[in-house]
């Protein structure tokens, strides 16, 4: 079966193709289409994930391009971590696919909806299969390109449009990046299989400035994709897209693909440290950066996005500091919590009829008993309460940071998992308890949207066990045959520390928005500035427009008045001499026949004149 | 100082005063004389040379034909002492005169800068009318017969050109 | 001694026919009253013409002489049909434009046309400066008179007073010129003059290079280069049509022929092989040559900008193709080699221009306007003569696959060769120039709408001929040319002349 | 015995003109149909030639020289051949001409003459690509300036005459200057070879070039400025960035057809001959400019895109990234390496394919809308989906994405400049990072547009456009069909050209 | 004896005169007159170089004879034109004629 793999990302493409060409007269039926091939590739890849876990491999490779003496493949091959992602991605996407059926189902555009969620899923499941990482960024862009279309899916929605297009071109720039860092790696490996690059790293054929250089260069694309700081600022406004999609592209697969780059030329990054630095302060500066945003924010769906970023943050904090069985497991659990917690979010906005703003919600346990017993459990899987998954993931990045040294990077960890179990439950009792503040009187919805929740609450509470001090399951696995360093695991100390902070978060998350024990703008009244910068996203925004968008513009602008008044009025104005020239000879020509004589007279001695100093005469 | 430099100098002096009072006068009339002045004392130099035959045909021509001609042309036209005046615009003038100047500078310059035997004008025993004859029919019979063409082309030309229309 | 009596007569047949035939011709205008359209004239000329050019044919390519004073040789075979085949097209345009004007005589319309065709045949196989000089002046006194035949019409007798005036002062240079070169050889022979020109050189050299350059002055005058060009715009707006056209193709083509003959043969001299002697006199003077081949090509194009009569443009382009003729006069590498050159590109020129002469006559004719608009619409209003039109202009822009593109491109050729670059950049940047112009006609053509009040245009079938055949040539020219080239290149042009 | 398919090729065209010419045109379905026969036999030729093409060696091949006719010394032949270079764009130029001719069903007044010229223009551009002699070669050259000229001012749009005319002149002095250089290469192969080589072939050339029996007329200034004014004939017609002027203006007021062939094969005859003719007789001097090349090749990317960002009007927006595309050509020609060389050919194919397509979805649109001014429309999705689709994926396609053509020349380009080597392009990799940053405006320019027009809202008074018309499918899908088919398996163009981008790069010197 | 330069010196003279006259003067028949005196300028040097030249022979007078009856004929048909010229715009002032320009 596994020889089979490559069909798992076929199936969703069949499905796209189908719906491509017959959606528009399947319309609500075009979600069985998505359904059934999303089944099909989630049988399939667990299929797959056993036969690896028992030791089978697969690879295979046709010739892409030649030129010169090189050749570059393309193919698939199936790796302990990929076999991992598989899985990952295909429950996700089914869940979604289910979900979406009664989200989306007032929609006219369903089909296309289902057709874009194909598409996606057939790029996301070839960029974990690529063999080689140019396989990869191709199935990269196509991922981009499948989020620039399902963000704008509302295109007639003006932010919509906006943010799709900020969504694509913000990943572009680390997309660039990441080719230039490509291009680097293949003149200096001559390659772009994985195999062949870190054998040549290892072979030291490759200086360590170069391999730094191409490192950060990679990381870059990772920057972009996982929505790092500074090009994070894509990623909320993507929130303007179908929650559902939120939940598959921006939360669980998508956005970590950055993360499982890293993960996948981990051995590079381990060849140079200051990139291991950058990506570790990167990803720390991101955590606490977006967590502290998330603080203050009150829609529902861009709280989730802050803390989506945050979390990235931290898997790439777990890498940079070594933890590579950690990052990818925090990875693995976050994309099952966080998109419960969307899936979840979708199910109240769908129910409070598109609202998304917290302080409009409340009450809502009474109301929608599985969405909010599920969206709690997510809520505390986040906040790293154990035994749920959130909490041996996190608990594990925690331990890498600690291991790496860097105590600056730890505090910052811990702050941030504080945090984040704060504004997870000031989220949670805002919008679940008190009493309700809308104005449509919600209830609970279909099953087609509560059992997607329900197993993804299952999964976030089992996910972690896979991977506990008790049983290295997963390490084990994915260390097979990849070497990586040591892989470092927490103390009980550590344990302990991360329970005390989470419930610390929650106990003030109640104190302030269930109990009302602190008043709610106890901070706010104190540090007013510090709360105006945050609710403006520490003005990231109106920073870019200012300082990029704005100068390109205006440069362009110069160029084009440049271009008309100076390169192609050179342009006129040669042809216009030309002609000035020409009515001024022909002016000459006034009728007068002495005139005539007399130019030739002149003319004549003129032209002698010319002819005699050219040749030398008169001395 | 012999005395074909004496009639040499008379009728240069004649020839170019009267070109320059062709210019200069102002009364048409008086002009196309001066004109025949000019071509009489050029027939003089002929002669003065020892080509009587072309003396005889220039006086014949130019003194005789061609003047008639011009005072025809005179007649035809604005005769009635009508002055034009010199050329209206004087960069013109001083153009032409300048122009003109130099060419004749450059032309004295390489003239009296020859070097040429100084000789006695050749005398024909049986007379130059003799020679031009075998010449003319000898080597130049066909630029003869093309001079017969040209001077029926330009009568059928004039006279269709001149021909008033009955209207 | 006198050489003329026992010479070969028989080289003259041509000649002599023609001028028997043209003077019947005459005869026969008298015979059929004083005015009234008389097209069997015409006619008549046409196949006095092409009798003279069989003969022509037949006689030339057997080389001979009379008396030194008139050569016969391939070069004059060439010119010669060049020539008679444009009188040819002339008078086919003539017969339609003189059946639209009455006020002009006819009958000696053709015999003066036939007359300047002698004079042109005169001066195309002279080797004498007497014979060119009566040759030239033949045929310029009858185009003095042909300008002004349209005696009724200002414009045509002001532009045969320029024509007459300028044109006798440049007779009087030519002459001037002569005098000083026959006054120191002793000789009008150009051979004779040849031998000596290069030992008098070294004793006067002023006075021979004020004679040289005063012959050029006259002589560029007749083929209108600059600075000596100036008189042509007008002449060829004020006369009739077809004149425009005679003076256009055939006085510059003889005028070039002579040009050739005098420079080549009388002044700088040429070999056995027709290859230029080491002391050539062409060392000296081959700059102010280059100098004035460049001015016309730039003033000739330039001023053709800015132009809005149709005739008058033709001039101007006719200046600019003059100044692409005398290139190779120019940037001279072998004799032989720049006569073949010129001899291809007056062919070319030649059935290009007048070809386009005959659509000017008949699109002129037929709306009464001389400007660019009298053009528009063409396409529509007849799609023959405007694709027709189009390919003469493309051809005189020097475009790919036309007879122009051909010669221009040998012209080029020759002027690298010869090292003289710079002056083959000015002519193909000038004709670059001149695109704009030819396709304004052709915009005029095919993308304006035609003037509401100028009916569908009835073609006459002279014209029509006319066209047709200097199309073929110069598609023909441009696609096979070595129907011709392969022939010239093996030509021995003037090897009686030879130095 | 069957005659040279080349041969057949070049003159198929103009037998069709010629059919088209002895039709009354009052037959407009006739007359469409016999060009776009004729054109769609030439493309079935084209791909009959490229499966018997011989991958595997790196000679001309489809040989067919006859004399044409002598200057009395130098012999001017017919004489065409292609090799893994011309090949693609032969192809090319079939397709994407065809396609055009599908396009160009919605002219409706003088369609006899515009097949006429179009047929013509499609001679001239296969005769470019083929011709072995630079005689013939400029012919064909030239032999595209007219139909191109009469098809703009006839059928143009508002300020047609100054487009067509600025066309004419801007490009006539390119070709001039060429034809200049080409007699002066011929002159100095001449004297290079003692006078034994009087030939305008391409190859013999190259050869004397390479090898002379007097090197001192060829000295190292000769050679400068022999390839610098080549550079600068083919730069016009590229075009490279001081000269493009002319192509905003012909591109915007051409006929959608008009504006296809344009940026679809004419400007690729300008990166042809600087790879055919510039560094194929003068590769010493060709790298020795390399870093001339490679800076106009970035000021290219870069000022283009920068241009399209702020164009208003949507066909000017296409014509300024062509511009910036074009430079992608240079780049890769600039490096010198097997990849950069093999992206440029790819990049002259793919933008080939993908303007042509971006210029029909224009033309579309605006046969719709009446209108191009970005900002007037909006919201097309909602009224014309399909064709907003299309447009998305050649936007898309334009922009680099993978699975595009666009993408592989990019990728091979990049992986060309930064593998460059440094003794004939010193810091070719800041070079490379700018024209990342070109790549990046791109993105931005072609999203902006494309989110001003087809997303957002929708305009009142487009509400009921009609969607694509059967017929405007088979261009659409044909050049996207292509631009895919060569995105996912470039193989089967590398394979072509692989072999003779190994042996140009085999002349230079390193 | 006198000097064959001082022939041709007072040629030169008459030449430019004649060439003055033409560029110069308005009155169309003098313009004429000037063209006359110009070839009559030419025909004293062909005179002059024929009888006392460096190589003394007849041609030149040959020359001369052909010289004066071309011009002879130009003054004819000169005239004639400048008759039809004076019918259609009664002037014979160079100036006034420029109806054909730029």
């Known amino acids: ?189 001559g390659s772009f299989e994985y195999g062949a690059i870190f054998s040549a790293v290892e072979a030291g054929l490759v200086n360590d400035t170069m391999i730094t250089v191409i490192a950060i260069c990679i990381f870059l694309g990772a920057v972009g994709k996982s929505a790092q700081f500074p090009l994070h600022v894509w990623l909320p406004d993507a929130m303007e897209g179908p929650t559902p999609v939120s939940a598959l592209i921006h939360a669980a697969t998508m956005v970590a693909a950055g993360v499982y780059l890293v993960g996948v030329m981990y051995p590079l990054f381990l060849a140079s440290s200051t990139a291991m630095t950058v990506v570790a302060y990167t990803g720390a500066i991101t955590a606490i950066f977006a967590a502290t945003i998330a603080l203050v924010n009150t829609d529902i769906k861009r709280i989730l996005a802050y803390s989506t970023i945050s979390q990235l943050g931290f898997m790439m904090l777990a890498l940079g500091t070594g933890g590579y069985v950690a990052g990818l497991f925090h990875l693995m659990t976050h994309a099952f919590f966080k998109a419960l917690l969307f899936l979840g979010a979708g199910s109240v906005i769908y129910a409070v009829h598109h609202r998304q703003d917290i302080r409009e919600m409340g009450g809502l346990w009474s109301r929608m008993k599985v969405t909010s017993i599920t969206f709690l459990i997510g809520a505390l899987a986040i906040a790293g309460i154990p035994p749920l998954a959130g909490f041996w993931s996190k608990e594990g990045v925690l331990a890498a940071a600690w291991e790496g040294g860097d105590i600056f990077l730890f505090t910052i960890a811990v702050i941030t998992a504080f945090m984040t179990a704060f504004y997870m439950f000031r989220l949670f009792f805002t919008a679940f308890t008190g009493k309700f503040r809308g104005d449509h009187e919600p209830h609970e919805n279909k099953k087609l949207m509560t059992v997607p ?41 550590l344990a302990v520390l991360s329970i005390a902070i989470a419930v610390g978060g929650i106990a003030l998350a109640w104190a302030m928005y269930y109990k009302g024990a602190i008043a709610k703008d106890t901070f706010t009244s104190k540090f007013p500035g510090v709360h105006k910068l945050l609710l403006n996203k520490y003005y990231m925004d109106e920073l870019y427009a200012k300082v990029f968008v704005q100068p390109t513009v205006a440069i362009g602008r110069f160029f084009w008045e440049l271009d008309r008044n100076i390169v192609d009025g050179i342009v006129n104005f040669v042809g216009a001499t030309t002609r000035i020239t020409g009515r001024s000879f022909a002016k000459r020509h006034d009728g007068q026949l002495q005139t005539y004589g007399l130019v030739s007279i002149i003319g004549g001695l003129v032209v002698v004149a010319i002819a005699f100093v050219i040749r030398g005469y008169f001395g | 100082m012999n005395t074909q430099m004496i009639f040499f100098l008379v009728f240069a002096i004649i020839a170019i005063a009267c070109a ?141 050109i001149a021909r008033k229309e009955a209207k | ?75 004059s075979m060439v010119f010669k049909l060049i020539i008679l085949f444009s009188v040819i097209i002339v008078i086919a345009i003539s017969l339609y434009y003189l059946d639209k004007h009455e006020d002009i005589y006819q009958g000696e319309f053709y015999s003066l046309l036939l007359f300047a065709t002698l004079g042109a045949m005169l001066m195309v196989s002279s080797a004498d400066l007497i014979t060119l000089f009566i040759g030239l002046e033949l045929l310029s006194i009858s185009s003095y008179c042909l300008a002004g035949f349209k005696k009724h019409n200002r414009k045509s007798t002001e532009s045969a007073i320029k024509y007459i005036v300028l044109g006798g002062t440049a007779s009087a240079f030519i002459l001037y010129g002569m005098s000083f070169l026959y006054g120191l050889t002793g000789s009008t022979s150009l051979v004779v003059i040849g031998q000596n020109i290069n030992t008098l050189f070294v004793d006067f050299p002023v006075i021979i290079s004020v004679s040289f350059l005063f012959m050029l002055v006259g002589f560029g005058f007749k083929i209108s280069i600059v600075p ?176 122009g593109f051909v010669g221009k491109a040998w012209i080029f050729f020759g002027a690298v060769t010869a090292d003289m670059t710079w002056l083959a950049v000015i002519m193909i940047v000038t004709s670059v120039i001149s695109f704009y112009y030819y396709f304004g006609i052709m915009k005029q053509m095919f993308m304006r709408d035609p003037n509401p009040n100028d009916a569908d245009l009835k073609v006459p079938v002279g014209i029509t001929v006319a066209v047709s055949i200097t199309l073929g040539i110069t598609i023909i020219l441009g696609v096979m040319p070595n129907l011709i080239v392969d022939n010239f290149s093996h030509f021995n042009w003037m090897y009686m002349l030879t130095r | ?231 600068v004939a083919f730069a016009i017609k590229l075009p490279v960035f001081p000269f493009h002027t002319w192509l905003p203006n012909a591109h915007v007021e051409a006929p959608t057809a008009a504006s296809m062939i344009l940026a679809g094969v004419l400007l690729k005859m300008g990166g042809y001959g600087l790879i055919r003719i510039g560094v194929g007789i003068l590769p010493d001097q060709a790298a020795r400019f390399a870093m001339l090349i490679a800076i106009l090749g970035v000021i290219n990317i870069v000022y283009g895109a920068l241009l399209a960002l702020v164009q208003t009007d949507l066909k000017r927006l296409v014509a300024f990234s062509s511009i910036s595309h074009m430079g992608i050509v240079l780049l890769g020609i600039a490096s010198f390496t097997a990849s950069g060389m093999q992206g440029a050919i790819f990049q002259l194919v793919s933008h080939g394919f993908i303007s042509a397509l971006l210029f029909f979805m224009v033309g579309a649109i605006y046969e719709r809308t009446k209108t191009r001014t970005i900002s007037e429309l909006g919201g097309l999705s909602k009224s014309v989906p399909i064709l907003a689709g299309f447009m998305l994926a050649a936007a898309m396609a334009s ?48 999203l902006w547009a494309m989110q001003r027009t087809t997303f957002g809202q929708l305009d009142e008074k487009y509400k009921g456009l009609s969607d694509a018309r059967p017929l405007e499918y088979i261009p659409m899908i044909g050049l996207l069909a292509f631009s895919i088919l060569i995105g996912v398996y470039p193989n089967i163009l590398s394979d072509v050209i692989n072999i003779t981008v190994i042996d140009i790069l085999s002349k230079i010197g390193g | 004896m006198v000097s064959i330069n001082l022939y041709l010196a007072l040629a030169a003279i008459l030449f430019c005169i004649g060439l003055y006259g033409v560029l110069t003067r308005r009155h169309l028949v003098i313009v004429l007159a000037s063209v006359e005196l110009m070839l009559n300028a030419v025909n004293i040097n062909l005179v002059a170089f024929s009888s006392i030249g460096p190589v003394v022979n007849i041609t030149g007078q040959v020359f001369t004879l052909f010289v004066i009856s071309v011009a002879a004929a130009e003054v004819a048909v000169g005239l004639a034109i400048l008759i039809a010229l004076y019918r259609n715009k009664g002037s014979i002032d160079v100036i006034k004629h420029d109806l054909l320009r730029w």
């Open chain 1, 1 to 189: 079966m596994i020889q089979n793999a490559w069909l798992i990302p076929v199936f969703p493409l069949i499905a796209f193709i189908i719906l491509l060409f017959v959606g528009r007269f399947l319309k609500e039926k075009a979600s069985y289409v998505g359904i059934t091939a999303l089944a099909l590739s989630f049988i399939l890849s667990v299929l797959v994930l056993f036969e690896r876990i028992g030791g089978e491999t697969s690879t295979y490779v046709i010739d892409w391009i030649t030129f010169g003496s090189s050749t570059i493949t393309m193919g698939y091959e199936v790796t302990p971590l990929n076999a991992m992602m598989l899985i990952v991605v295909t429950v996700v996407s089914l869940l979604v696919h289910v979900f979406s059926k009664e989200y989306m189902h007032e929609d006219d555009r369903i089909h296309v909806f289902y057709s874009y969620l194909g598409l996606f899923s057939f790029s996301m499941l070839g960029l974990v299969l690529s063999p080689n990482i140019l396989q990869l960024f191709i199935f990269w862009e196509l991922v981009g390109l499948c989020s620039f279309l399902l963000v704008g899916f509302w295109y007639f929605k003006p932010e919509a449009a906006a943010a799709a297009k900020k969504a694509f071109l913000t990943t572009r720039i680390g997309d660039v990046g990441l080719l230039i860092g490509l291009v680097l790696l293949f003149n200096a490996t």
């Open chain 1, 453 to 493: 929740l329900s197993v993804l609450a299952f999964l976030a509470i089992v996910a972690g066990l896979i991977n506990t001090p008790f049983g290295l399951g997963l390490e084990n696995f994915l260390l097979q045959d990849v070497n990586v360093g040591y892989q470092a695991h927490g103390e009980l100390w």
């Open chain 2, 20 to 160: 320059v009072l062709v210019m200069k006068l102002s009364r048409i009339s008086h002009r196309v004389v001066a004109m025949a002045f000019s071509f009489f004392a050029v027939a003089g130099l002929y002669f003065l040379l020892g080509a009587e035959f072309i003396g005889i045909i220039q006086i014949i021509v130019y003194a005789g034909a061609v003047t008639i001609l011009f005072i025809f042309g005179m007649m035809m036209t604005e005769h009635r002492n009508v002055t034009f005046g010199s050329h209206p615009r004087k960069a013109h003038r001083v153009l032409s005169f300048l122009g003109v100047g130099t060419l004749l500078g450059v032309l004295l310059y390489g003239i009296l800068n020859m070097d040429l035997a100084t000789k006695e004008p050749t005398i024909y025993e049986k007379g130059t009318a003799h020679e031009i004859g075998l010449e003319l029919y000898g080597n130049y019979v066909v630029p003869l017969i093309g001079m017969g063409f040209l001077l029926t082309a330009a009568l059928i030309g004039a006279i269709v």
């Open chain 3, 1 to 75: 001694m006198y050489s003329a009596f026992n010479a070969d007569w028989s080289l003259m047949t041509p000649e002599i026919v023609l001028a028997a035939l043209a003077l019947v011709i005459f005869t026969l205008d008298f015979m059929t009253g004083i005015k009234g359209k008389k097209p069997f004239l015409g006619r008549l000329s046409i196949i006095t013409l092409i009798i003279t050019a069989v003969l022509v044919f037949l006689t030339n390519r057997t080389g001979g002489s009379i008396a030194d004073v008139f050569v016969v040789d391939p070069f």
């Open chain 3, 228 to 403: 000596f060009h100036m008189w042509a715009p007008d002449v060829y707006e004020g006369s009739p049509t077809p004149v425009t056209a005679f003076l256009t193709a055939v006085s510059k083509i003889a005028g070039f022929a002579l040009v050739l003959r005098l420079f080549y043969v009388g002044i700088f001299g040429f070999g056995e092989r027709g290859s230029l002697l080491p002391d050539s006199l062409y060392h000296e003077f081959f700059i102010v040559l280059a100098i004035i081949a460049a001015l016309t090509m730039i003033i000739g194009n330039l001023i053709a900008l800015t132009q809005q009569n149709v005739k008058r443009l033709m001039a101007y382009s006719g200046i600019a193709q003059a100044g692409y003729l005398f290139v190779p006069i120019a940037a001279t590498l072998a004799p032989y080699f720049s006569m073949t050159i010129i001899a291809f590109y007056s062919i070319a020129y030649v059935v290009m221009v007048l070809g386009a002469f005959a659509i000017i006559t008949l699109v002129t004719e037929d709306t009464g306007r001389e400007d660019f608009s009298s053009f528009s619409g063409l396409y529509k209003r007849s799609p023959f003569m405007a694709i027709a039109m189009t390919v003469f202009l493309v051809s005189l822009a020097g475009l790919p696959l036309t007879a």
């Open chain 4, 1 to 231: 015995m069957i005659p040279n398919l080349l041969t057949l090729l070049i003159f198929l065209p103009l037998v069709g003109a010629l059919f088209i010419l002895v039709t009354p045109k009052e037959y407009t379905n006739a007359i469409r149909s016999l060009a776009i026969g004729t054109s769609s036999v030439a493309l079935i030729l084209s791909l009959v030639i490229w499966g018997q093409f011989d991958r595997s060696i790196s000679e001309m091949q489809f040989l067919h020289s006859v004399p044409w006719f002598d200057f009395n010394i130098v012999q001017i032949n017919y004489s065409v051949g292609i090799d893994g270079l011309s090949m693609p764009l032969l192809v090319l130029t079939t397709i994407v001409t065809t396609l055009a001719l599908f396009a160009s069903l919605t002219i409706t007044s003088r369609v006899k003459e515009f097949y006429i010229w179009s047929l013509l223009l499609l001679t001239g551009m296969l005769g470019v690509f083929v011709s072995l002699d630079m005689f013939l070669f400029f012919l064909f050259f030239e032999l595209t300036l007219i139909p191109m000229f009469f098809i703009i001012g006839i059928w143009g749009g508002k300020e047609k005459y100054y487009a067509a005319f600025k066309f004419l002149v801007y490009t006539g002095l390119g070709s001039a200057i060429m034809f200049i250089t080409f007699i002066v290469i011929f002159y100095l192969g001449a004297q290079a070879s003692n006078f034994y080589y009087l030939t305008f072939n391409m190859l013999d050339l190259a050869y004397i070039f390479a090898n002379p029996d007097n090197p001192e007329v060829l000295t190292s200034g000769v050679r400068a400025a022999v390839f610098l004014s080549l550079f």
């Open chain 4, 399 to 446: 922009v680099g994405l993978p699975g595009l053509s666009g993408f592989v020349s990019e990728l091979l380009a990049f992986i060309g400049i930064f593998g460059a080597d440094a003794s004939i392009l010193p810091g070719a990799k800041v070079l490379g990072v700018i024209a990342g940053l070109g790549i990046i405006l791109t993105a931005a320019y072609l």
